[in-house]
C-alpha cells in the first residue's frame, strides 16, 4: 500500500523516528523501511507548513514522499478475540494460560472439546514465541507430580528451557513437574535464606527453588530431593547451567527415608513444596532440622474458607507431637488460587 513516508539517512534514523513519534506523525500500522545508506517512516499525513519547518531543524536533510508499505498485521490481545464463536461459548473460553519455556499449557472445559484446535491456534496468534500448545487432560497426579496432556496446536517435544529471575531450567513438562505461577513465592523464600544456611529442599523437582536461592544466596548449601529419576536428571542439569553445581547437592529419593540419614540434623531451612501431602512430611522436615531448630516453608491446598489460625494450629499440634516446639509463624497466607473454592497456603514457622 502507497502512503506517505519521510526518508531520512541512516545516521539520523533514531532522531528521525524519536521525532516523528513526538509530532504524532509516524503511521503505526505499517512497516517502516530500512535500506544501506537510508530508512523510510511511514507518516499519517503530510506535515503542515510548522511541522515541515521542525523536521528541518531536527533531521537536516530528508525527503516527504509516497511510497509502498506492508502493512502490520494487529495480533489479537485475548483468545477472545482471535476465535468467532456465539457469545454463549465465548464466556467459556479460557481467559488464561501458563507459559513454560516456549510451551504454552491451558485448561479447556468439555463442551469446547470441537474448539480445542482453534484455542490452540489462536494462543500461537497471541504468543509469536510459543511452538507448542498442551491442553490439560488430567490433574497433576502420582508420586511424580506429572500431567496428561494433547497437543492442540504447534509442533516440537514437550521438553523446554524456561527463564525466570535470571535462572534457566531445563525441563520436559510432560515428565516432571513445575509451575511457573510460584515464581514470586519461589523469590519470596530465596531472599530469606541468610549467608552459609543450610537448606533441604525436599521436594525439588528440576530445582527452582533450589537453584533460586543458590544463586541469590552464594554461600548457601543447598540439598535438593526428589523421588522422580528425571526430574533430578534436569536438576543436575540445571545446577551446572545455573552454575551453582558446587553448592548444590541433587539427591534422588524419598525425602522422609533420606531424612533419617543422609540430611538427619543438617538444616537450617526446610522447603516443603508438596502442597497435596506435606503435612504428611512434617515429621520428615523436623528430623532435617538442627537441634537448635530453624525455619520451615510449608504448603498446603485447603478451602478457601479455612481458618487461617487453625491451619497453623494443626501446624503447631505435630510439630509438637515431636517434641519440637513453634517459636514464631514468620509468615502465613493465601499465596494463589488452584480452583474455584481451593487455595494454596504458604506457611513460615520458625521451630525450635
Do not use: W
Request: hydrophobic share 40%; aromatic share 6%.
Amino acid at each position: 500500500m502507497r502512503v506517505r513516508a519521510v526518508t531520512v539517512p541512516r545516521q539520523m534514523a533514531q532522531r528521525g523516528i524519536e521525532t516523528l513519534r513526538e509530532m504524532g506523525l509516524i503511521d503505526k500500522s505499517h512497516q517502516l523501511k530500512k535500506l544501506e545508506r537510508k530508512i523510510t517512516i511511514p507518516i499519517i499525513r503530510e506535515p503542515s507548513s510548522a511541522e515541515t519547518q521542525l523536521l528541518r531543524t531536527k533531521l537536516g536533510n530528508f525527503v516527504i514522499s509516497e511510497t509502498n508499505f506492508e502493512s502490520i498485521v494487529s495480533r489479537p490481545k485475548r483468545i477472545q478475540d482471535a476465535i468467532q464463536t456465539s457469545s454463549t461459548l465465548a464466556s467459556k473460553l479460557p481467559r488464561s494460560f501458563d507459559l513454560i519455556g516456549d510451551i504454552a499449557i491451558v485448561e479447556i472445559p468439555s463442551d469446547l472439546d470441537a474448539h480445542s484446535s482453534e484455542i490452540g491456534k489462536a494462543i500461537l496468534q497471541l504468543s509469536p514465541h510459543v511452538r507448542l500448545v498442551l491442553r490439560k487432560c488430567s490433574d497433576v497426579m502420582g508420586t511424580f507430580r506429572t500431567r496428561k496432556f494433547q497437543v492442540i496446536a504447534g509442533t516440537g517435544t514437550t521438553e523446554t528451557v524456561h527463564h525466570e529471575f535470571s535462572c534457566q531450567y531445563n525441563l520436559d513438562v510432560a515428565e516432571v513437574y513445575f509451575n511457573p505461577r510460584l515464581s514470586n513465592e519461589r523469590m519470596r523464600v530465596a531472599r530469606q535464606v541468610k549467608p552459609n544456611e543450610t537448606v533441604v529442599d525436599m521436594f525439588a523437582g528440576v530445582g527452582p527453588y533450589s537453584v533460586l536461592t543458590a544463586k541469590s544466596q552464594p554461600t548457601s548449601k543447598v540439598f535438593s530431593i526428589d523421588i522422580n529419576p528425571t526430574a533430578i536428571k534436569y536438576l543436575r542439569q540445571n545446577t551446572f547451567v545455573n552454575r551453582v553445581a558446587d553448592h548444590v547437592i541433587p539427591m534422588h529419593g524419598d525425602s522422609r527415608k533420606l531424612s533419617v540419614n543422609e540430611v538427619q540434623g543438617i538444616a537450617d531451612r526446610v522447603i516443603m513444596n508438596l502442597p497435596s501431602e506435606a503435612e504428611n512430611y512434617i515429621d520428615a522436615a523436623i528430623r532435617t532440622l538442627k537441634k537448635r531448630g530453624g525455619r520451615i516453608h510449608f504448603y498446603q491446598f485447603v478451602d478457601r474458607e479455612s481458618r487461617l489460625d487453625s491451619l497453623q494450629n494443626s501446624f503447631k499440634a505435630i510439630v509438637e507431637a515431636q517434641d519440637r516446639k513453634v517459636e514464631a509463624f514468620e509468615f502465613c497466607n493465601v499465596i494463589r488460587e488452584i480452583s474455584p473454592g481451593i487455595v494454596q497456603v504458604a506457611i513460615d514457622a520458625l521451630v525450635n
